[in-house]
């Protein structure tokens, strides 16, 4: 399970984490440059060159693959010093991420992932640790120290923290815990009231029961304030403070709607929870009748 608690860096603790970021993202960036001019590599023909520009890089050179690059990692930091700040699993992640995107690009068929520009890295990952990280009001993280903590709801018992992600939404600072426990859950029996569920795109869903949800378009409620928002951020120098506080004040409106959303959303389940014992839903892709939808409404 993920557990996401809000939490406090100093100044200090938050200018090292946006500069682990940008560390991040460029290592991210490498990764996919050298994978990319292998790639084109291999694509010139074989009996003449392009006239402006041919990507030279040997025949039996190997594919520049998630392990090879990690094992580049040592000699990259003798060059780049730069690098040695960030935590050595944390940079690696950053790299275990564009071969995640590589794999979802040929399995899954996702698109084919793209660079980086400054400030789009928004999240580290800490992928174990030896103790127990959270420790009363403050978490603990490697070359960080302790970071108030907001526990809105204590971590339950039994569980062991597996792995903890920081993320950046709109200058607010976020903590995502995965935890697990081995335990065994039974598949209970059919029992008690059913119901059906139905979600659809002119009603968010209706129920066996004859309940009726409407669609509550968050956005479209913030729509006026948002569009002003944006118009004074167009009207801003690029990089400039108060581009950067207007900026900030775009995307804290976009959290806002995200926020409320998945409020949303979480009541509506425990809605369904309460009125029945079993929930039946269709196992239906819903963006593909959406986007099935909006090219009728179109014609």
Not at 29 to 56: A, P
Not at 119 to 144: C, E, R, W, Y
Not at 222 to 245: A, F, G, I, T, V
Request: proline share 6%; with cysteine.
């Amino acid at each position: 399970m993920n557990y996401r608690y809000r939490i406090y860096p100093n100044i200090a603790q938050e200018q090292s984490l946006f500069e682990w970021m940008d560390i991040c993202r460029v290592a991210y960036n490498y990764g996919l440059r050298e994978i990319k001019d292998w790639c084109n590599s291999r694509k010139c023909l074989v009996d003449r060159c392009s006239i402006s520009h041919e990507y030279i890089i040997a025949a039996n050179a190997p594919f520049p693959g998630e392990v090879k690059q990690l094992n580049a990692l040592p000699g990259a930091k003798k060059v780049f010093p730069r690098l040695s700040e960030v935590p050595s699993q944390v940079l690696q992640q950053a790299l275990k991420q564009l071969h995640r995107a590589i794999d979802g690009f040929q399995k899954v068929g996702h698109g084919f992932p793209r660079f980086k520009k400054f400030g789009q890295f928004k999240s580290l990952l800490f992928p174990q640790f030896k103790d127990n990280p959270v420790t009363g009001a403050h978490i603990a993280l490697p070359k960080l120290g302790l970071i108030p903590i907001k526990l809105h709801r204590p971590i339950p018992q039994g569980f062991v923290v597996k792995q903890i992600r920081i993320i950046n939404k709109a200058d607010i600072w976020y903590a995502a815990i995965n935890i697990q426990c081995d335990v065994s859950v039974p598949n209970p029996m059919p029992h008690g009231h059913p119901i059906g569920v139905d979600v659809g795109l002119e009603k968010f869903l209706a129920t066996s029961d004859g309940v009726l949800v409407k669609s509550p378009k968050f956005l479209k409620v913030m729509l006026r304030k948002l569009k002003l928002l944006q118009r004074r951020l167009s009207r801003k120098k690029k990089r400039s403070k108060n581009y950067e506080k207007q900026r900030i004040k775009v995307a804290r409106l976009h959290h806002t709607v995200d926020n409320t959303r998945k409020d949303f959303h979480f009541k509506q389940a425990h809605t369904l929870c309460d009125a029945g014992d079993m929930v039946f839903m269709e196992d239906l892709d819903y963006r593909i009748l959406a986007c099935m939808n909006a090219g009728q409404t179109n014609a």
